[in-house]
């Protein structure tokens, strides 16, 4: 038996703080109390002035491995998210080989196993029904869709396809996530340059992705997911749409504070699908944490190689795990999101939307637990990167608010910027189903 306490600090309930100490036993919190109410326990972690709360959850995160271990592998992506204060992660099927049938996933969980920081989940991703059912046997988290481009030799230029997948999401109890972005609309040959990126990425082509997505969720009644949203009509679609469909959505920390201004700075580095946008589309998906209507805040942590984001036809995106919380802290400390807007995006909502047990600090629950101190003002150095991919759009930037600690049941794998215990997560796998 282990045990640890985390006393003096700001413990978060789910909608304000109080001053409280957890008790943690082995992976799970036996209790939630004043310091002196506590057991005792073997360590004692100090957490004066600083937030405590459920560890963050990111459910857009690609950490690539197997043959895109040289853009980031198992321990490189969990050490960059225990490192950015998430515990639970959900893996992207765009991997190589491609989670697009039940033995791909049975493998990759299984090579997962002993390599892994945090908690992982994983997608998976077909257009047939059989094999959503064997995904969904085999552990499957939910399913994703790519509906601008064919991944992995999956596609859905059919509506008939994307209907199949809500279908069969709806009957095994999933969420069906999609990259929103309607290829009738995106530019036919692949772009050279940053700039080009942008016009043939427009932003009829996510809005008229959504219009079609929101169709498709009323008719089948799936619980539908938009992933990182980038406009400003799509967002004011899928608001109208809550009133009759199980439709959510996730913004990125990229989409929430950059626009497509950078582009010209950063070139390729800055080049990610769907592209930024302008600044009045970062102000409408802002207000949209702020009131709800964006329910998540997910990374799309999209590693890739340096030589990748720098040459002709830049790969779309970069990681986002480490700069997450201090970019987001800052929003909240500039007074721009409420802090609740924030915590709730990174916690109980897509833990919610995701059927996970993650998200909330309570008695019985695994002990993922995330320390910052609000205070800490630090510059966004992507040379100290846990991830392999050491550059960000963010860098230079000065922010405040900083990761301390972060503990995966009940280890402290992370503490004072080091990666202090051996691999602690495990495998988060969905709900079986009967049939
Ligand atoms: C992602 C990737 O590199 O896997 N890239 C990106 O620009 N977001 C794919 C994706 O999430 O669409
Ligand atoms: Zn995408
Ligand atoms: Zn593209
Ligand atoms: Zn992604």
């Not at 459910?59 to 321990?75: G, N, P």
């Not at 050490?79 to 992207?92: I, K, N």
């Not at 046997?137 to 399913?143: E, K, L, P, Q, V």
């Not at 050491?390 to 004072?416: C, H, L, N």
């Amino acid at each position: 038996m282990s045990s640890l306490n985390i006393v003096n600090g700001k413990l978060w309930t789910g909608s304000g703080f109080v001053d409280a100490g957890i008790s943690i036993v082995d992976d799970w919190i036996a209790k939630i109390g004043k310091g002196p109410t506590l057991p005792k326990a073997e360590r004692v972690l100090n957490a004066k002035g600083k937030f405590v709360f459920p560890g963050f959850v990111d459910v857009h995160t690609h950490l690539r491995d197997a043959d895109y271990s040289y853009k980031e592998h198992f321990r490189s992506g969990t050490s960059a998210a225990v490192a950015g204060g998430f515990t639970t992660v959900l893996d992207m099927p765009n991997t190589s080989p491609p989670i697009t049938n039940a033995q791909a996933l049975k493998r990759r969980i299984r090579s997962a196993q002993g390599k892994i920081f945090c908690d992982v989940g994983f997608y998976g991703s077909t257009n047939s029904v059989e094999i959503t059912r064997e995904l969904a046997n085999a552990g499957c988290i939910a399913f994703k869709a790519y509906l601008h481009k064919t991944i992995n030799g999956v596609s859905f230029t059919s509506d008939e396809y994307i209907e199949t997948l809500a279908m069969a999401a709806k009957k095994f109890h999933r969420v069906v996530c999609f990259h929103a972005e309607d290829r009738k609309y995106l530019g036919r040959t692949e772009p050279k340059t940053a700039k080009d990126h942008l016009l043939t990425h427009p932003p009829k082509a996510e809005v008229s992705a959504i219009a079609k997505l929101i169709k498709i969720a009323k008719k089948t009644g799936a619980k539908v997911h938009v992933c990182h949203l980038s406009t400003k009509d799509g967002l004011n679609l899928i608001k109208k749409a809550k009133r009759n469909t199980d439709i959510t959505c996730e913004a990125t920390p990229h989409h929430l504070l950059l626009t497509e201004s950078l582009l010209t700075k950063l070139g390729g580095l800055a080049v990610v699908e769907p592209p930024l946008r302008s600044k009045e589309d970062v102000a409408t998906i802002v207000k949209g944490i702020a009131d709800g209507s964006v329910e998540i805040i997910a990374t799309d942590h999209a590693p890739h190689s340096l030589k990748e984001k720098l040459g002709k036809n830049p790969r779309p995106g970069f990681p986002g795990l480490e700069t997450a919380a201090g970019v987001l802290m800052t929003l909240v400390s500039k007074g721009i999101i409420p802090m609740g807007g924030i915590v709730s995006a990174l916690t109980t909502n897509p833990a919610r939307r995701f059927s996970l047990h993650a998200g909330k600090l309570a008695q019985g629950e695994r002990a993922n637990v995330t320390i910052l101190d609000p205070q800490k003002k630090w510059k966004i150095d992507p040379s100290k990167f846990y991830s392999k991919a050491k550059y960000s759009p963010f860098d230079g930037m000065e922010v405040q608010g900083r990761i301390m600690a972060t503990i995966v049941g009940g280890k402290v794998v992370f503490e004072d910027g080091q990666i202090i215990s051996e691999p602690a997560g495990k495998v988060v796998l969905g709900k079986q189903i009967r049939s």
